[in-house]
């Protein structure tokens, strides 16, 4: 159950989503069903200001103390920064062994590894820092492309909106449906998002270390319809399918099928973000022929269908307001 919840802040810390765990956890919605919580707010000095990213402080209520008895304790996102109070870092080992979820909120999650609370758990944090987590926290499990993990006690969140999604979850968890839904109706949110944070994020396509090949790159390029093979790239690159395989692989660090199949997906997030046309026309624009292979290499490199992608993500003409 989801009686008591303490949000522990510290200095750095920020405030959308700091705001994000007050609207889920700090809001009386008794009126709509759900069931009453109380909600702390926790700092290693009660009363005294803790600086923010955008220049404004956040005065915590309770001190750390009011961990205690938490059913719940979050941690939203902060600075990141080699070193957190030890306070801090005592209070969330010490409510995390008498058994009390923990959440974090995008990069709250490193708080958590430096109180030693990600140590052989499945974890993950913003795309932008996923790598760093696992950099810092080694024993951690990091899952960079989800929106949250719940690993049971351990709930942590990508960037921002996807602390909504995390929070929702654990208020669907413990409480049902009906409460989930009744605090996402009023947040004016999906009571569940599909997908992860792959469709956020920009891919790195490999790029050519060095020019040899530079000429047989930019013509697949303009050609990405084009059923390529090694054999007829070979050709055009006046090497043998041996060689020029291996000097692909050296020189863009993958293989000629997946870097075409990589560029035709960024193509394809283009298109459908810049234009009108049609699942099928977009597969034939970019060489996967079917609806049903765009959709396969998508969801596989994005992580959500192409369809659901366009809803997200799609450009639209700004809505006129008529004056007055």
């Known amino acids: ?25 700090g809001i009386d919605r008794t009126m709509d069903g759900v069931p009453p919580m109380e909600f702390r707010v926790c ?34 996102a902060a600075r990141i920064r080699g070193d957190y109070p030890p306070a801090v870092l005592d209070a969330l ?49 990091v899952d960079p492309d989800v929106l949250f993990v719940d690993d049971g006690t351990l709930i942590t969140s990508a960037g921002t909106a996807a602390g909504i999604d995390a929070c929702l979850h654990l208020v669907r968890r413990e409480l049902g449906s009906g409460p989930a839904t009744a605090v996402a109706r009023r947040m004016v949110v999906p009571p569940q998002r599909d997908g992860g944070q792959r469709q956020f994020v920009t891919p790195a396509v490999p790029e050519c270390t060095a020019d040899s090949l530079e000429p047989v790159l930019a013509w697949m390029l303009r050609s990405l319809a084009t059923d390529h093979t090694v054999a007829t790239l070979a050709r055009r690159a006046r090497m043998s399918q041996r060689t020029f395989a291996r000097r692909f692989a050296a020189e863009t660090g993958t293989t000629p099928h997946r870097w075409l199949t990589a560029q035709r997906v960024l193509h394809a997030r283009r298109l459908l973000e810049e234009t009108p046309l049609g699942v099928d026309e977009i597969a034939r624009d970019c060489g996967f022929g079917t609806a049903a292979l765009l959709r396969h290499h998508f969801r596989r490199v994005v992580g959500v269908t192409p369809t659901d992608y366009r809803r997200t993500f799609a450009s639209r003409p700004a809505v006129r307001t008529p004056a007055a």
């Open 1 to 25: 159950m989801l009686r008591t919840i303490a949000a522990v802040l510290v200095d750095g810390t920020a405030p959308f989503e700091f705001g994000v765990v007050c609207e889920v956890f």
């Open 43 to 76: 700092g290693e000095r009660p009363g005294e200001p803790l600086t923010t990213e955008v220049g404004v402080g956040i005065v915590p209520t309770h001190g750390l103390d009011a961990l205690d008895g938490a059913d719940l304790v979050a941690v939203p």
């Open 93 to 141: 080992r010490t409510a995390a062994g008498r058994g009390a979820t923990v959440l974090s909120v995008c990069s709250g999650a490193f708080v958590l590894g430096a109180a030693g609370l990600l140590d052989g758990r499945r974890c993950t944090t913003h795309w932008m820092h996923t790598d760093e987590l696992a950099r810092r926290f080694p024993a951690a499990e």
